[in-house]
């Protein structure tokens, strides 16, 4: 992680310049950037043409958030995120949208905008951009998280990287799009005014208002305004918090917080989990270290990531010689250091979890840590925070981990000053869960937008608005890619029902030889099992199972039941109904015929 | 659901008879009862043994709760509850503890005490009393719970049942077991304090402070006091919500809250799930129903069940004619019918997720309908909760599902009442995470019991008290049993793993004949796959499996090589190295052979 020279702190609007040769080695490779303006005045959009808006992710779900605005002969998407999968979604790496018709329409795809880079929002975009390359927009940060997928999966220099600041507009065919500054839990995060010849439409991507923000500037409330005064066709909303009343409170909140933490955990060491993405969050703990004089170490192959491309594109300020390397601790004493990891969410594998399972190769955790979970556990998550929280402590650690953190969403108050500021005929609640949607869709009521004027969508569904009028225009293919392994979309419906079949009871094989010609059972029936019982305490079932199988087959036989369908049905309905009647469990049952 | 006659209404004290032929036609038969004390004079109890207790269960987990108490030659349990599975103990149905230590000593066995009828505390009472007979006592409405799940197992008459109240004292052996009143999410919930040779000893069972409870009185804090004037060695403390502050709110404020919502539903008509052991907020329902002239259908079978013994047994009491039969509320306005249903915890075919699903034979819910939802979601179950929640809402129902609920367990300063008012010598906390356990622990510290009076256990050590020290004493053997379908034991760790690795990347069967003299490959090998890859889009990947798998075998003919062992190992390690190499999935390899 290189580090800024304090004397020369970076300026909030215009993050600190790496030096030249870094900026040799390091810089990504960029084209030179299409025409765009910066500034105020915008190049004019003519009217005329309809507009549609058709949403592939992120609604009535969280995740895999990307939707198309379609003008003419010219498609503009925004975002490009994946989803993590459900439980119930067994061995599934990760989802991502159905693309087919950003396949279908590539020659009309003008670019791709990115309201910052969270998962759910750039997650994606090395499986789509496999499948049709678009042109990509975003702020710097955005764009180097980008760029370290795009290298992951051998797409580096493929793609066409375009730099954007908030405040800058940009032209993509008959459209443009103006990229405003927000504060949300990573930085360089923007909302867009999408000015088409059908309307101009605000979409706020994830957003709050923090009045007091750790990098950058307060989210440009004035702008919304003069968007408003303008006159705003559609308000495509942020709906995460949409259940909770008031405000989110201030990025800064937490460093008081820490600050109260940093001074009761004198004398031990700290280990402090976040997420990775939250730069602003790791700016604070850098910030309290060098505040109470310690080292900082950072543990955790994401968390190494981004602070390190931070700090190259001077979001990050870290004073120099602050940081260690993580296999450099042990020179230090332990209550001069802060460990900055991964784990936040009890991920296995995290480093935070390797820590807790004394698994992890330079951390050894005991009574002189003392661990901050910065982070609440995402709805889903709760469980396996306490796993990790559970097994801190039994290492002796104190561990806090309520209350200090706080979210990256507007909450309903926050939401209403957006909606009021922008006045949209249309409004357009996303981002969300039916039930998120819902509750943003009545606080839009709640300050006078028209019930009429309040459009719940879903995934695929085309809205069109046309001189100021709205009506869906029927649906496009839009859904989930399941991603396991190496393998996209090779894992759908039956390959998951299986995995669930197999997991409930486990399975049953059962495995003969008929001779060909006369049907005659030639060897076996075997049975093997597998997550069904325990073969050892199980062998007179095991036993039966097979004398079972056996009459069947030899029945099979005596009939001339040749067709093997017929056989292995047999087999399998004697078996299940066998199984069922002993145990009331339904393994998975396949009986296997070898001919001979 | 029999009623009551609302002009002679049953007093809190004692439940209400059930009439003659009533009592004659369902009255659980139990044996006439030990000789036991009700009121304050006890059988005295001489000292100087020493004092054993062990958890079995309960301890560094939510669940499966069971205490053994052992002094000279007898032993008392307290509670036999179950766990429900955590998600990675997949198709497993429940998690009883691991009994062999009861098995081992049951003729020293003089009874299971319980303090209430929810499934952690009785759930595993069935599996346990078939390995070891013991007699059980509680409550009234406790025991018939319990009654309801022996006559599932088959074992209606063959336990005996002693029916007690609070205030009664029972002596077991050299012990005897006091019941005290306290308040819970279930009726008939009592503390214990147990006289022993080796001390005083209270555990609390699950218990809040409500000082406006719906049945009942409020917990016996008078009685505390006065044990804790006596001497209490040891109290064995609820850590269940020890880390939230404060108080727990009453039972009364959720029907404040169901009254601003029955109000609110006016002209809709009403289904409100809630836990099916929770009578006091079903009592609430009913009240509110009548007040605001509705009538009052039950749909789900544990709600039935449980509300019909609570009836019965006049723990609930219901205005006649109030309660219609589910298949008969089309007979109703929608608007004058309030559905009580299980469900409230988003369980896949509980009531209300068939009616989320359109699913329930009598219910469909629609614009028509306001759902509220009583409870809080358990930790683990929130995604599921919102998926119902969700569903409802897709149907057109309004739906409430926050801030409709209060819990059942004391918080911080409830927890500090009771520990100042029994003062004890040593404090155990029990009923929780280890984070709980600590966190109960830091508040008795934060009251004045010294640090080395608080111990924090686990399941299977062994605590002796003798002449007012403490020593830990060794182990006994305690775990955990899986129950999977019939099967009590046979699913365990190998099976688990199994399990997981099916679910995770489904399953490769090889099925080869060889020659059992030459060992040469006779028929095969086939490949048959099942939650691995979707076989249409992959023949290639199979057909190279299958050729792989053929080269492994034909070779191992040729090297002579016959045993089946080293056979199926080259199968598996040329596959797995394959497979990963080709889409880096490890599917489960099973190689099966057969023998001409």
Redesign the interface.
């Given at each position: 992680m290189t580090t800024n020279n304090p004397a020369t702190p970076a300026t909030p609007e215009r993050p600190g310049q790496p030096s030249a040769a870094a900026a040799k080695a390091s810089a990504p490779r960029r084209q030179n950037p299409r025409p765009y303006h910066r500034g105020r005045r915008k190049p004019t959009v003519k009217p005329g043409l309809p507009l549609r808006i058709v949403s592939l992710g992120g609604l009535?779900e969280i995740g895999k958030n990307i939707t198309a605005y379609e003008c003419g002969d010219d498609i503009v998407i925004v975002d490009c995120g994946l989803a993590f999968p459900?439980?119930d979604m067994?061995?599934v790496d990760l989802v991502i949208p159905d693309v087919t018709w950003l396949v279908k329409n590539k020659d009309r795809i003008r670019g791709v905008v990115l309201t910052h880079g969270h998962e759910d929002h750039i997650g994606a975009l090395p499986y789509v951009l496999k499948q049709v390359n678009m042109p990509l927009y975003g702020t710097e940060l955005t764009l180097a998280l980008v760029e370290g997928k795009l290298k992951e999966h051998g797409l580096t220099g493929k793609v066409k990287l375009h730099v954007v600041k908030p405040g800058d507009t940009v032209k993509l065919g008959c459209m443009t799009v103006e990229f405003i500054n927000v504060n949300h839990s990573i930085a360089g995060s923007v909302a867009l005014a999408i000015n088409t010849p059908g309307g101009l439409f605000v979409q706020t991507g994830d957003f709050k208002i923090d009045c007091t923000p750790i990098h950058g500037e307060m989210i440009d409330l004035a702008r919304f305004g003069e968007l408003g005064k303008e006159g705003v066709t559609g308000l495509l909303m942020d709906s995460t918090n949409a259940?909770r009343p008031g405000y989110t409170l201030s990025e800064r909140k937490v460093g008081e917080a820490l600050n109260t933490l940093f001074a009761k955990a004198e004398g031990k060491r700290l280990i402090i989990a976040t997420f990775a993405s939250n730069v602003h969050r790791v700016q604070q703990i850098v910030d309290y270290a060098q505040k109470y004089g310690r080292h900082v170490a950072v543990s955790g192959r994401s968390m190494v990531n981004v602070c390190g491309i931070a700090a190259e594109l001077g979001y990050l300020r870290v004073p120099e010689g602050l940081v260690v390397d993580i296999d450099e601790i042990d020179r230090f004493p332990k209550e001069k250091m802060v460990i900055v990891t991964t784990g936040s969410q009890g991920e296995a594998m995290s480093a935070l979890y390797r820590m807790a399972y004394s698994d992890h190769r330079k951390v050894v955790v005991g009574p002189d840590d003392f661990v901050i979970i910065s982070a609440n556990p995402i709805?889903?998550n709760?469980?396996t925070v306490?796993r990790v929280?559970?097994e801190l402590?039994?290492l002796g650690a104190e561990?806090v981990y309520?209350e200090v953190h706080v979210s990256g969403h507007a909450r309903q108050e926050e939401l209403k000053i957006i909606m009021s500021l922008c006045k949209p005929t249309y409004f357009i609640p996303v981002h969300g869960?039916?039930?998120h949607l819902?509750k943003n869709a009545s606080l839009a009521r709640s300050i006078g937008i028209p019930d009429k004027n309040i459009i719940i969508t879903d995934i695929g569904k085309v809205m069109e608005f046309d001189k100021g009028n709205f009506k869906f225009v029927g649906t496009v293919p839009a859904g989930r890619v399941l991603v396991?392994?190496?393998?996209v979309g090779?894992?759908?419906s039956?390959?998951?029902r299986?995995?669930?079949?197999?997991?409930?009871?486990?399975?049953i094989?059962v495995?003969?030889?008929i001779d060909g010609a006369s049907g005659a059972l030639?060897?076996?029936p075997?049975i093997?099992s597998?997550?069904?019982?325990?073969v050892r305490?199980?062998e007179s079932l095991m036993e039966q199972t097979r004398l079972t199988a056996r009459d069947v087959l030899m029945d099979c036989a005596d009939a001339h039941v040749t067709e093997w369908g017929t056989i292995k049905s047999r087999v399998k309905d004697a078996l299940s109904k066998l199984l069922y009647e002993?145990?009331?469990?339904s393994p998975?049952i396949?009986p296997?015929i070898?001919?001979?």
């Open positions: 009535n459900d439980s067994l061995g259940e709805p889903g709760e469980k306490d929280v559970n402590m039994r561990v309520e869960e039916y039930k819902m396991d392994g190496t393998g090779d894992v759908g039956i390959v998951l299986d995995r669930k079949h197999l997991a409930q009871d486990g399975l094989v495995v003969a030889t030639v060897a076996g075997d093997v597998r997550g069904f019982v325990y305490e199980s002993r145990t009331k469990r998975m396949l296997v070898m001919e001979v």
